[in-house]
């Protein structure tokens, strides 16, 4: 198996077929060794130093935070230890709370990044894409009927007994892909004045089509060229707010760029030389630093290794 991408290959049991036994679940917030991520508003409760690490409550904790199980999800079991999550969205000013005061930031995980470990950024990434999905479906799509957490908060069943429809996480698939022409790739930026970021191009898959497809079809509408030869890399979960990026290599079938202005403020095709000074700028702070210097996507993302394997010659 391929190295796993950042946000995932943090090797838990999610326990999937023991989070479907209530009596289990409820005795996990009965052990004092549980451990519960507070995750507030996509946010995570992280201590910067020495090293950002995520925060973590034990049971007795949780009750004057979040008096409702409701509002609770099991990610897995690390080393014999079952690690939940806990939206506290609803309080205000979550660090004002004595249980919290003190204790670190809320901050979104993408800015911290490859600076956590990678076990610990999986079980966040994790966390906050159920309770976005959880946010988002508190009624029933069918009947319209509010929807209650089940399985450790991992479906959300509707409450009106004539419909009793079971709803299940949502992950939408993307393929991101880098198209090459010999020793040059194909990249884009997307609009914006701040923007001068080059990455791969990617889109959504729609419904009835394959993922050679969506990459085919992503390439032609984004930059009007053609591609053959598709091959499948990697993925990686990125769930921000939902996504699944499954990562492609193709060649390109013709050169021609034609890029779609909506989509698009540029597409160009570099050469090695070029993405290397690319790389040489490390993301998009020293990019702002630098008055506006050109760069590739942050370390952690799968653009960034689909570029960084082509140049390496290790693609596919
Ligand atoms: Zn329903």
């Not at 806990?86 to 993408?110: K, N, Q, V, W, Y």
């Not at 984004?222 to 193709?250: D, K």
Request: proline letters at 7%; hydrophobic letters at 45%; a negative charge.
């Amino acid at each position: 198996m391929n190295e796993p991408n950042f946000f995932a290959g943090g090797a838990f049991d999610r326990a999937g077929l023991l989070r479907k036994d209530a009596d289990w679940v409820a005795g996990l917030m009965a052990d004092p060794g549980t451990r519960i991520i507070p995750v507030w508003r996509d946010r995570h409760l992280i201590v910067i130093k020495p090293k950002p690490e995520p925060v973590f409550l034990a049971p007795a904790e949780v009750p004057p935070l979040a008096p409702e199980t409701e509002s609770m999800v099991l990610l897995g079991i690390v080393e014999d230890t079952a690690v939940l999550a806990l939206d506290i969205s609803h309080i205000e000013e979550p660090l004002a709370r004595p249980e919290l005061t003190g204790r670190g930031e809320f901050i979104d995980i993408r800015d911290v990044g490859s600076l956590l470990s990678r076990a610990d950024a999986q079980l966040m990434a994790f966390s906050r894409a159920l309770f976005y999905w959880h946010r988002r479906h508190v009624f029933c799509g069918l009947c319209g009927a509010p929807t209650v957490s089940g399985e450790a908060g991992h479906v959300r069943n509707c409450t009106n007994a004539d419909c009793a429809t079971t709803h299940f996480p949502r992950t939408d698939p993307a393929v991101i892909m880098l198209v090459t022409d010999a020793e040059r790739c194909l990249l884009g930026r997307r609009p914006g004045r701040e923007n001068f970021m080059y990455s791969t191009l990617a889109g959504f898959v729609e419904p009835g089509e394959s993922l050679e497809e969506a990459v085919a079809r992503e390439v032609m509408e984004e930059t009007g060229i053609r591609v053959a030869n598709v091959r499948y890399a990697h993925s990686q979960p990125w769930p921000f707010p939902a996504n699944l990026m499954l990562g492609f290599y193709a060649d390109a079938a013709s050169t021609e760029i034609n890029f779609n202005t909506d989509e698009l403020a540029d597409a160009r095709w570099f050469d090695r030389g070029e993405v290397r000074e690319l790389m040489a700028v490390r993301d998009r702070a020293e990019s702002t630093r630098l008055g506006g210097a050109l760069h590739l996507p942050r370390p952690v993302s799968i653009a960034r290794r689909l570029i960084a394997e082509w140049i390496d010659g290790r693609a596919p």
